[in-house]
């Protein structure tokens, strides 16, 4: 018997009580000092550094979302991990962060609170942990709310970083995850109840973070379009593009999604993504490519569906083979590692050179899956038109050996991050680009959102800032009172 009380059908209730535990939990870790902050931190990166645990991590994120290689996935949390905690080790986030020293000014850091994560099908485990890690350098607790599809892969990350906690002689209860089963009523409690929320995964999921009435940071869609001027090389272009297509089977922030050439160097670049392992879809390929991305199975096939089942179907961060088999591709599509989609057939039939031709097209831009769409236009101008159309404002790329020409891509496409000469997976921070590491990408007002590049460890904090007189009072008269005049 239950008094009476109504059963929580929804979630609502779980989340309450799971921020509540969070709350208090966050409110004993923000007692630590900056050093005990970095104690906690670094236990936390060797726990999910650790090679057995990224392995077995992995292999459940790919078992349980039927998406992406167990060996990719590895690649794609270590190196996650590594740029995190190389982030973390370099920016203060505890205590005192900034001096003034002639004017006697100080910069004190204070945590946020509690935040409430969304955790994506496409990204379960790279984004609880590296969200977590970022929140707790923050000395912020955690709640997740992970999708349908990837439960049990979430509550293996909890695992994991609760016992780097209690090694560290932290509070366990700083991270959490909402008591299953998910339900979207319990992840809109949570974003409504946490201090700060960071939302990714599908275009609802997005939207409920933007209008919850909280502070938060909301992911743009996986993919990115790239822009090529011609100047650089075809072969160049195409290894790093086939890098940003390939890469977790492009379930990616910054995945390769669409390039953007200049008129003459299509056919030389086309040649070249085949080179790297490319397969170039024929008229009727296109066709079925095109149903199987608007529709072409049951609810839960389609980006964004909910049946945890279903979802294991999904073209979303599938396999080439997956694809080829799916859509019946000959033999020699078996082997491929990505897919191509000739920009320009998409516009038969139509006004050539019109960016409406292309714009509403599912394959102008080919984000979430190991698959590239290539488009040609007359003119640099033209291009970066056509790339801003189709593109985020989280992330570009632009492939150039003109220096004036990167400033102008950065101008016409304003992402939140640029990459030159890079493939578009590097958008989401590298060692060799200055970068730090973000676990999700933004556009900022022009997606609806608050977070405007990457979300790093700065984000996860608040500031306090401390004015000191450090010159002596000129009017004696004044009697130590600074620039504030007394009345009579």
């Known amino acids: 018997m239950n008094g009476g009380a109504t059963a929580d059908t929804d979630g609502t209730d779980r989340a309450a009580a799971a921020v509540a535990d969070a709350r208090s939990a966050g409110a004993r870790l923000a007692e630590r000092d900056a050093a005990a902050t970095g104690r906690i931190v670094e236990a936390i990166g060797e726990r999910l550094s650790d090679p057995e645990a990224i392995s077995r991590l992995a292999l459940a994120a790919a078992n349980e979302t039927g998406r992406g290689h167990p060996g990719t996935k590895g ?32 910069t004190v ?36 709310s992970p999708s349908p599809s990837a439960v049990e892969t979430c509550d293996m990350v909890v ?54 009435g909280t502070p938060n940071a909301c992911a743009g869609a996986d993919g990115l379009v790239s822009v090529s001027d011609g100047s650089a090389s075809p072969a160049a272009v195409a290894t790093r593009v086939a890098v940003g297509a390939t890469y977790d089977f ?29 397969y ?9 490519l095109r149903d199987l991305l608007t529709g072409g199975g049951p609810e839960g096939q389609r980006a964004g569906g909910t049946d945890p089942e279903a979802a294991r179907s ?5 396999s080439p083979r997956w694809f080829a088999s799916a859509l019946d591709l000959p033999p020699a599509a078996r082997t491929a590692a990505f897919l191509i989609v000739d920009g320009g057939g998409l516009c038969e039939g139509r006004e050539r050179g019109k960016v409406e031709a292309v714009r509403d097209d599912p394959l102008a831009t080919l984000s979430g899956i190991p698959a590239v769409a290539v488009h040609a236009r007359e003119g640099f101008g ?8 189709l593109g985020g404002p989280h992330a570009a790329a632009v492939h150039t050996t003109r220096q004036g020409r990167v400033t102008r891509a950065a101008e016409r496409l304003a992402p939140g991050r640029l990459v030159v000469n890079q493939a578009g997976t590097a958008a989401a921070g590298s060692a060799r680009n200055g970068f730090p590491f973000a ?15 990457g979300l790093t460890a700065t984000d996860l904090i608040e500031t306090t800032s401390v004015s000191a007189t450090a010159v002596g009072d000129r009017a004696a008269n004044r009697n130590g009172a600074g620039e504030t005049l007394r009345g009579p």
């Open 159 to 212: 695992e994991e970083l609760r016992r780097a906690l209690g090694a560290a002689g932290a509070p366990t209860g700083a991270v959490s995850m909402v008591p299953a089963p998910p339900s979207k009523p319990g992840t809109d409690s949570l974003f409504e109840r946490a201090d700060y929320v960071v939302a990714s995964g599908s275009g609802t999921t997005v939207a409920a973070g933007q209008r919850c």
């Open 75 to 106: 690649e794609k949390i270590a190196t996650a991990v590594e740029g995190a905690r190389a982030h973390a080790r370099e920016t203060a986030t505890a205590g005192v962060i900034d001096r003034d020293g002639p004017r006697g000014g100080l």
């Open 250 to 278: 492009g379930a990616h922030p910054a995945a390769d999604a669409a390039a953007v050439t200049a008129e003459g160097t299509t056919e030389p670049l086309i040649a070249a993504l085949e080179d790297e392992g490319g």
């Open 109 to 144: 850091a204070r945590p946020v609170g509690v935040v409430g994560v969304a955790v994506p099908a496409t990204h379960p485990v790279v984004v609880p942990a590296v969200v977590s890690l970022y929140a707790l350098a923050g000395r912020n607790a955690v709640v997740l």
């Open 439 to 453: 676990p999700l990408l933004g556009g900022g007002s022009r997606e609806g959102g608050q977070l405007d590049g």
């Open 314 to 318: 999904s073209p979303i961060g599938n």
């Open 382 to 389: 033209a291009a970066l038109r056509l790339a801003a159309d």
């Open 280 to 288: 170039v879809l024929d008229a009727d390929e296109r066709e079925r």
